[in-house]
């Protein structure tokens, strides 16, 4: 039976490839891209378009797919469960938080109007679903000590990895390709 560190890396040619080595690569391709998706956001006057974010799971999912074929081309062929789920949510966490910090400095330091816009946004969405004024009062009221950079970045990093990990169980089941010769 080979050992844990043995299980996450893969030998080829003398070179080793591992799951961190990969998820970095496409973590850090991940957080170029969302930056990037974010800024279109702001610069197309999107913000708070609910169809802009389920864009970003599209770029999430591909380089997953990418991240894994990777790993299984760069190293034995194989590539465990674990080692896929590993690999994706990995990815996504190190992407969420290079496009995290990219957020937090652009709201807190560069657009403070964009929490306004956020803000603006949903007081439209509540007027919209008929809801009296005491309602939205006391809604506004309490969701506004969540609307604060800290707390979304935050708020954001958790949520984007557990969503990440969910895509990450799901594509991993289609991606995997177990050694026979370690299952017995």
């Given at each position: ?172 089941a289609f991606t995997k390709n177990s050694n026979p010769d370690l299952d017995m």
């Amino acid at each position: 039976m080979e050992d844990k560190n043995s299980m996450l890396d893969h030998s080829h040619g003398g070179e080793q490839i591992s799951v961190k080595q990969v998820a970095t690569k496409y973590g850090l391709i991940l957080g170029v891209i969302s930056i990037a998706l974010l800024l279109i956001t702001v610069f197309a006057g999107l913000i708070g378009n609910q169809a802009m974010q389920y864009v970003g799971y599209i770029p999430t999912i591909i380089l997953i797919i990418y991240a894994h074929k990777e790993f299984k081309a760069q190293g034995d062929g194989f590539m465990s469960y674990g080692q896929g789920l590993g690999i994706g949510t990995l990815t996504v966490l190190i992407g969420t938080i290079i496009s995290t910090v990219f957020f937090y400095v652009y709201v807190k330091f560069i657009d403070a109007s964009f929490m306004e816009i956020i803000k603006d946004k949903q007081l439209e969405g509540m007027q919209e679903q008929g809801m009296s004024e005491e309602q939205i009062d006391q809604a506004m009221a309490m969701t506004s000590g969540f609307m604060t950079p800290e707390i979304m970045s935050v708020f954001a990093i958790f949520i984007s990895v557990f969503f990440g990990f969910i895509l990450s169980l799901i594509i991993s089941a289609f991606t995997k390709n177990s050694n026979p010769d370690l299952d017995m």
